[in-house]
T-cell receptor
């Protein structure tokens, strides 16, 4: 089955700096890669995602890049703010042949991001 | 929409007791997932349903775990009998099968003593 590795496990930055979290996946059939943010006591919240037909996607201060050949994808957060402090998870899944179902997500181990004021 | 609703938010039970966790998916979503989160194993998928039908239950750890989805707006995860190692946060998530985005509930923190 799919295996997703995530690094680093903890990341500490100063407010205003950039933060980068990296993930690798093992199954070349994976074609959907979401990122989730989890705050204390809450469920994971989808913040951005990318599909395998796209190399990069941006949404304000957040961007995700995908390298299908190397089977890795990354989350980039620019101009970090204290409210960005949370646990971030990457994940991967496979749409079925008809693209009608994306099925299960395999998650990375998570990165604890701390942004110091 | 209120999002995915899980109940209870917290559950403390004694070893050997039956525990039932409940989930109401987002209206209109036809895929539902149950995940378990622990420090040791992270987020792991237990089972998922498409159109109320279980598709993959390979993540269900033992026969003590069972899940049902009697209709499109309700699902349960049952543990009988419960054991201390079942202590974890259990999340329910839902999505539209044709769209990959999965939305999570707030979770149920289960403690088995």
């Amino acid at each position: 089955g799919e295996n997703v590795e995530q690094h680093p496990s903890t990341l500490s930055v100063q407010e205003g700096d950039s933060a980068v979290i990296k993930c690798t996946y093992s199954d070349s059939a994976s074609n959907y890669f979401p990122w989730y943010k989890q705050e204390l006591g809450k469920g994971p919240q989808l913040i951005i995602d990318i599909r395998s037909n796209v190399g990069e996607k941006k949404d304000q201060r957040i961007a995700v890049t995908l390298n299908k050949t190397a089977k890795h994808f990354s989350l980039h957060i620019t101009e970090t703010q204290p409210e960005d402090s949370a646990v971030y998870f990457c994940a991967a899944s496979i749409a079925n042949a008809g693209g009608t179902s994306y099925g299960k997500l395999t998650f990375g181990q998570g990165t604890i991001l701390t942004v110091h004021p | 929409d209120a999002g995915v609703i899980q109940s209870p938010r917290h559950e403390v039970t004694e070893m050997g007791q039956e525990v039932t966790l409940r989930c109401k998916p987002i209206s209109g979503h036809n895929s539902l997932f149950w995940y378990r989160q622990t420090m040791m194993r992270g987020l792991e998928l237990l089972i998922y349903f498409n159109n109320n039908v279980p598709i993959d239950d390979s993540g269900m750890p033992e026969d003590r775990f069972s899940a049902k989805m009697p209709n499109a707006s309700f699902s349960t995860l049952k543990i009988q009998p419960s054991e201390p190692r079942d202590s974890a946060v259990y999340f329910c998530a839902s999505s539209l099968a044709r769209r990959a985005e999965a939305f999570f509930g707030q979770g149920t923190r289960l403690t088995v003593v």
